[in-house]
């Protein structure tokens, strides 16, 4: 499907989920791991393994992935927009917990700027507000925020969606 609001697919890398991976605690766990290391800029409090233990595709110790990111390149492009193009890419919905792994195991292939994980509503934590949407922001300082975006703000030019795939047979 050719949707002209995305471009062609950037920092494409072969993810391979560690053995000892434990969906569980995976946001928890990098959490503890980011904190207090001076790349990290800020981390949200809403970011932990309880608010975003739901998510559509749970990815499994010792598989592969396939991971890139998509350009956003129109001025405005809703949450719901995002997520029925990823659904048109037969993307795989990994929530916080792909972003937060894929951020430990390949920090240099995210572009800069904003990456975010959707993932189907119902699977999203809420706030008193709005449903959140998972977010890395890699800034050219090397500082990093990881957190939770509105997702009524859906996405803006220049920002990215995180795509994942299973990887084709060796």
């Known amino acids: 499907m050719n949707d002209r609001r995305f471009g062609e697919p950037e920092g494409k890398f072969t993810l391979a989920v560690p053995v000892g991976y434990r969906h569980r605690s995976q946001i928890d766990t990098f959490v503890k791991r980011m904190h207090g290391r001076k790349e990290t800029q800020h981390i949200s409090e809403n970011l932990t393994s309880e608010n975003l233990s739901r998510v559509t595709t749970r990815l499994v110790a010792g598989k592969l992935y396939e991971v890139s990111f998509i350009p956003v390149c129109v001025e405005h492009v809703g949450s719901a927009g995002c997520l ?12 916080a917990q792909g972003l937060t792994l894929a951020r430990l195991v390949m920090p240099k292939a995210f572009p800069l700027g904003w990456v975010y ?9 809420a706030d008193k507000i709005n449903y959140q949407i998972p977010f890395a922001h890699r800034y050219p300082s090397g500082l990093w925020d990881i957190g939770l975006g509105d997702w009524a703000d859906g996405l803006n030019e220049g920002e990215h969606l995180m795509l994942v795939r299973e990887a084709p047979p060796i």
């Open 84 to 95: 029925a193009y990823l659904e048109s890419q037969h993307a795989l919905l990994v929530g």
């Open 117 to 125: 994980s959707l993932d189907k509503k119902v699977n999203l934590f």
